[in-house]
């Protein structure tokens, strides 16, 4: 508005206010370093008492923590920390951890680490930007701190709710089959979007019932049809918080057994006006059609000539090779197809026929052919031949190929070829689970191996996987063809548990085998496992403690082969003494593939140890255990010293 008056209206606009995130507190099991400092009591359930007064005083100085379990993944938004009265500085350094291994041992990810002393008695407030969610947080106090923390929160945020579907998928286009009808449509490509629903009726525009949900690819095979009737099909998309959109457009379709296979050119029709006289794929193509054997008189009609229908038909001369095309069909078990066909003298008045062959895979093959008929003398009006075979076992899962050729004198004329199939009954058998399944535990990865199944339509094996057992698989490979897999996807220190199935030509899916379970470790982690019953490097299973005080420490004991609760100074490299030359013998644990070794060589025991010059080589496996010889010639040293270097992660 000015001195002249008031404007016209602006154009609309308009917005939608949204709440601001809400912060939520975690809750959980506390989890962390056990005990106090001279058990006093001041454990870590008093870094989660909601008393700023109280606080963790650990048995020792260094490695502590404190944290919780949350019993699911979370993402953490924001920490609250508050220090241990008079002792602020002890938290300088301090780490929050978020991991989803309960040890910590793998997959820990930092969320902040504190910079400064904050205030005592007050919370402290630390937003947190990482995106990952996790199951068990937190906070890791720097060495010397005794784990001194008065107070600790971990809050997440609670999301507003969209209300908002994904779009209808759009696309969706039904094939019949036998015994079935295949959907397909367009990705939809929402950030949040779940999964496909498909709904069906018999009805057109009414009645649909949900068949199937929770479909995360856009294609689907409907197996539970009857032949001739017609379906109607929807599809819906649904969104990670369950919104589900509308409807797409509806399509039907009516599954049958017979099928009419989509020649090309069935006619013989041809893209140039004029005879061709050099066979159907020669100078002058003919679309659709291919020679083969060799080709003198054989090929498409001049427009003088009068086809059976269209503009043209095709000739073929006595003694030619003939005509053939490949239908792109996978011919199945119980298919019986049927060849039709019009045929006549061309113009000559000797006798002549047309045999009509099917084959699978390669044409004019004796060791290919399904079956073949040869018509009757023909004579100068169009006459309908009709030709019907079975598919043989040799046959099936090839691709199905269609011929033609004259096998008297003269010629004869042919025109309007059709290919029907009818298919037999689809196999709705699956094969039976598999069986004998077992999981080993490897480095960061799990091999897998079960008995063969012995159906003779076997297509491929199916592995799922989970990280909680009897539930929660989810597909982790498809199309195996052998019985064994190797899932190098593992985080050591986690718990897998694996399913397998088996599928058949048909897409018949078994049921599950029996669940096997494995836990990956690294090889020093299972080593521990093994001897201490834990995974961790601390206490006695730590690399650098000798439990059995043989003065061999855990991490020597490891690397050759040794029992570390048991005094065994024997597996420590030595002199052999059965060689002339100075030689040493030491092991090799084969199952410490972390480790690697070399033998070096000193002349005083004072200066630096130097690659030792000789040679070396296997001379026994025993078990896990590698007995190896290193040689180093002698050329009048005063003295020469050797040992064995073991070297690691």
Known sequence: MNDGGESADSSEASATPTAAPVPVKLTGATIGTPGSYNNEGNTIAKVFDGNLGTYFDAPGPDGNWAG???????????????????????????????????????????L?????????????????????????????????SYGNVAELEFYTVEETTDTTPPALPSGLVAAAGNGSVALDWADNTEADFASYSIYRSTTGGSGHALIAAGLTSSNYHDDTVINGTTYFYVVTATDALSNESAFSLEVSSTPSSLLTLSLVNPGFEQPAAGKITDGFDGVTDVPGW???????????????????????????????????????????????????????????????????????????????????????????????????VTATAASVGHELGIEFMNSQTDWAALDDVTLTVTQGEPDTTPPTAPTGLVATAGDSSVDLDWADNGETDLASYLVYRSTTSGSGYELLVSDLVASAYTDNTTDNGTSYFYVVTASDDSSNESGTSDEASATPLSPAESWRFTHFGTTENSGQAADDFDADKDGISNLLERAFGGDPNESDPEILPKLDPEMPLLSILYRVNL???????????????????????????????????????????????????????????
């Open 68 to 110: 919780l379990d949350l019993g699911s993944e979370q993402r953490i938004t924001l920490v609250t920390y508050c220090p241990r009265p008079g002792w602020a500085s002890r938290m300088v350094g301090g780490i929050f951890q978020g991991s989803n291994t309960a040890n910590f041992s793998s997959g820990v990810v930092t």
């Open 112 to 144: 902040f680490t504190i910079g400064s002393a904050p205030p005592e008695g007050a919370l402290t407030e630390q937003a947190i930007s990482d995106p990952g969610s996790y199951r068990y947080v937190r906070y890791l106090s720097p060495d010397g």
């Open 591 to 649: 199952d410490a593939t972390d480790f690697a070794f070399d033998v070096q060589e000193n002349t005083d025991l004072q200066g630096a140890w130097d690659a030792a010059s000789g040679s070396g080589g296997i001379v026994e496996t025993i078990g896990n255990i590698r007995i190896m010889r290193f040689t180093r010639p002698v050329a009048g040293e005063a003295a020469l010293f050797l040992r064995v270097r073991v070297s690691g992660p």
């Open 290 to 388: 291919n020679d083969y054997g060799a080709m003198a008189d054989s090929g498409i009609e001049a427009t003088s000539f009068t086809p059976h229908s269209g503009a043209y038909a095709a000739y073929l001369m006595a003694g030619d090779g003939g005509a053939y095309q490949m239908t792109g069909y996978t011919i199945q078990d119980g298919d019986v197809m049927t060849v039709g066909y019009w045929a006549r003298i061309d113009w000559a008045d000797s006798p002549c026929n047309i045999t009509a062959g099917l084959f699978w895979d390669a044409p004019n093959s004796g060791a290919n052919v399904i079956g073949s008929h040869t018509s009757p003398n023909l004579s100068g009006t169009w006459t309908y031949f009709e030709y019907s």
